[in-house]
C-alpha cells in the first residue's frame, strides 16, 4: 500500500517533480485519492491534469485510511 505523507490544511509543500511526473495525493477526509501530473509552459503558464483513482481510494478506504490519520477514519 503506498504511503502518504500527512499535511495540514492549506500547508503548502513544495517538490523537485519534473514536469509531466505524476504526483499521488489523497484527501485526508474521504480516502479519495487523485493522479495528478503537473507541466510548467513557456511563458509561465502552468498545465494540470488529474485523474481518480479507483483502485488506490478502495485500498485506502479498505484499510481504514492507513495512515492518513493517527486514531483512523471509522473507529
Known amino acids: 500500500m503506498t504511503k ?15 514536469n509531466k ?3 499521488r495525493l489523497a484527501c ?3 480516502g479519495l485519492v487523485h493522479s495528478f501530473a503537473f507541466h510548467m ?3 509561465g503558464m ?3 491534469a488529474a485523474k481518480r483513482e ?5 485500498q485506502l478506504r ?7 490519520f493517527k486514531e483512523g ?3
Open 4 to 18: 502518504y505523507i500527512k499535511r495540514q490544511d492549506y500547508e503548502e509543500f513544495f517538490t523537485n517533480y519534473k
Open 21 to 23: 511526473e505524476i504526483l
Open 28 to 30: 485526508c477526509d474521504c
Open 41 to 43: 509552459y513557456r511563458g
Open 46 to 48: 502552468l498545465g494540470i
Open 54 to 58: 479507483n483502485r488506490a481510494t478502495g
Open 62 to 68: 479498505r484499510h481504514k485510511y492507513g495512515n492518513l
Open 73 to 75: 477514519k471509522h473507529g
